[in-house]
């Protein structure tokens, strides 16, 4: 009932807060909430927007459709490269961006949805993609969003765009010795639940890590933009894809306004430090119950330390930067 009562009777507000001044990283930009989270932050008044994807080419025309809509400068977007399948690529962007004189948000929209099962830079796809690419670019880019607080005296965000599928699994991996070589394992792999999984590791990556920057000026908050028309299904096909077909025709909300949540988080405050937005608002009472089970406590206490193993073997230090 929750979820058809926000897919029915709940629009997120249209963004009006200002971004004048703010250097702001989107990746995931060069289609769907990603690229209309963008237009809305350009809208705003941000300074400097980063459209990080994987294809620049599909950047570059983002970037365009962007400036005819918003008529802003064009020296304001930029198309950077980042593909979340190479942790070499992770950190290129990582060092490219530090390297700014300032970085107000970085907004982690980025993420694929498959059932096929491959493994990239040693983990299944979707693992590689949605959480350790996702953590270690967040990582990499705390001590600049550290510095932004201190020198211009202001709050930046680091958003992970999340989802309430995360609902659908309680993480039956957990149980084994390593959760992520398990996720790891072809023979086990159950990839009807992959994306939900991915969801789920984000949001308990996130409770965990959330309390270690108190203090910090930086703002860690992720987020559920509901089902929307996007491009993340692109790759679903077969039966569940003729129903994830009608489900969009008959519940989603528009990209442009899923993409407010997006620009929601992107905005938010220190009210938000560690918590889950759903519907553009802070709402806790939305995780699913397993996360605020005991058992989800014990689950996020073990996925942390099994993926600050993952990090420090890619990036020796990163995980100091909490």
């Not at 705390?142 to 309680?170: A, D, M």
């Not at 994306?195 to 920057?213: D, Q």
């Not at 905005?267 to 709402?283: I, L, Q, R, T, W």
């Amino acid at each position: 009932m929750g979820f058809l009562y926000s897919q029915f009777f709940v629009t997120p507000t249209y963004p009006t807060r200002s971004f004048v001044g703010e250097t702001v990283i989107v990746t995931g930009s060069n289609v769907g909430l990603g690229k209309e989270a963008a237009r809305h932050i350009t809208r705003l008044g941000a300074s400097k927007v980063i459209l990080a994807c994987r294809n620049t080419t599909g950047g570059e025309e983002a970037k365009q459709d962007i400036i005819s809509t918003t008529k802003v400068d064009p020296t304001i977007i930029e198309v950077w490269q980042l593909d979340l399948s190479s942790y070499d690529s992770v950190k290129d962007f990582a060092n490219r961006a530090s390297a700014l004189p300032r970085v107000d948000v970085l907004l982690e929209n980025a993420g694929i949805a498959t059932d096929d099962f491959r493994l990239v830079s040693g983990h299944e796809s979707t693992i590689t993609v949605n959480v350790v690419s996702t953590f270690l670019l967040a990582l990499l880019m705390l001590p600049k969003l550290k510095e932004t607080s201190q020198q211009y005296n202001v709050q930046p965000r680091l958003v992970i765009v999340s989802s309430e599928v995360h609902g659908y699994t309680n993480l039956p991996e957990r149980e084994a010795a390593n959760t992520f070589d398990e996720l790891s394992n072809q023979s086990t792999a159950d990839m009807g639940q992959r994306y939900p999984t991915s969801k789920l590791l984000e949001v308990l990556v996130v409770r965990e890590i959330a309390p270690k920057l108190n203090g910090s000026g930086v703002v860690l908050n992720m987020l559920n933009p509901g089902l929307c028309h996007s491009s993340l299904s692109r790759n679903t096909v077969g039966l569940k894809g003729i129903i994830f077909w009608l489900m969009k025709a008959t519940l989603a909300r528009s990209t442009e306004v899923g993409s407010r949540t997006l620009v929601a988080g992107a905005a938010a405050d220190e009210k938000s430090h560690g918590e889950y937005m759903h519907d553009a608002k802070v709402d806790d009472e939305a995780l699913s119950p397993f996360v605020k089970s005991e058992d989800g406590t014990k689950a996020s206490q073990k996925v942390w330390a099994e993926l600050k193993e993952i990090l420090e073997k890619i990036e020796p230090g990163v995980t100091s930067n909490l």
